[in-house]
């Protein structure tokens, strides 16, 4: 069964640095998907970003990027330029290639963007 | 465009009662839909999926139950509720794998449903 670990359970950073966040999962698979969600206090789980496990290049969606690292299994969040918005409960999920495209969570990471 | 409601948004249950919680989506056909369940403070679990109307998979023993009557409708339900059921309910979607690609493996969630068991 694939796992998802999310080590740090709070962080917060100051407007307008960079923070990131730790995701590392546990598979088998060779051919997977690893996302980031955001849940802000509206409780609305929003896509942040993705990455398919067969693409080197890391995905970057405008301050939002990855690291993601195969062989070590780990998929890390950058924000840069933090914004008071980007306050948030952040997710890892991993989804593996199948047809039923069910997802598995890490247990999230607040983040709190300081003024 | 797609979209995906849930209702009620807000749900006060004494122990014991029945639940009924609803989710539909709009603009999509033949999704794969999802309840996940989300305790406070704490990530998602997944409870059921289902790849078609009638085709409910349970990933976790529980007293609770779903079923999709029509193709883009999901309903979570028990009949006697635990205190233990007390959460933030999730449905989502998505696209089988093979339909569409690129763009459309990601899950879509709805607004989600609170639910407080007294």
């Known amino acids: 069964a694939q796992t998802v670990t999310q080590s740090q359970p709070e962080m917060s950073v100051q407007e307008a640095e960079t923070v990131t966040l730790s995701c590392t999962y546990d598979t088998s698979e060779n051919n997977y998907y690893l996302f980031w969600y955001k849940q802000p206090p509206s409780r609305q789980m929003i896509l942040v970003i993705r990455?398919?496990?067969?693409?080197?290049q890391n995905a970057t969606e405008n301050r939002f990027s990855v690291n993601f690292q195969k062989a070590a299994k780990s998929f890390s969040l950058k924000i840069s330029d933090s914004q008071l918005g980007d306050t948030a409960m952040y997710f890892c999920a991993f989804m593996k290639h199948s047809p039923n495209n069910d997802m598995r969570f890490g247990a999230g990471t607040r983040l709190t963007v300081k003024p | 465009s797609q979209t995906i409601h849930q209702w009620p948004a807000t749900l006060v249950q004494p122990v014991g009662s029945p639940l009924s919680l609803e989710c539909t989506v709009e603009g999509t056909s033949n999704p794969n839909l999802y309840w996940y369940r989300q305790a406070a403070g704490r990530g998602l679990q997944l409870l059921f999926y289902?790849?078609?109307?009638?085709?409910i998979s349970s990933e976790v023993p529980q007293n609770l139950s779903a079923s999709r009557p029509q193709d883009r409708q999901f309903i979570l339900s028990s009949k006697k509720l635990l205190l233990s059921d007390s959460g933030f309910y999730l449905c989502?979607?998505?696209?089988?794998?093979?339909?569409?690609?690129?763009?459309?493996?990601?899950?879509?969630f709805g607004p989600g449903t609170r639910l407080t068991v007294l």
């Open positions: 989502a979607w998505s696209l089988t794998l093979g339909l569409a690609g690129g763009s459309y493996n990601e899950q879509f």
């Open positions: 289902s790849v078609g109307i009638g085709q």
């Open positions: 990455q398919e496990a067969y693409k080197q």
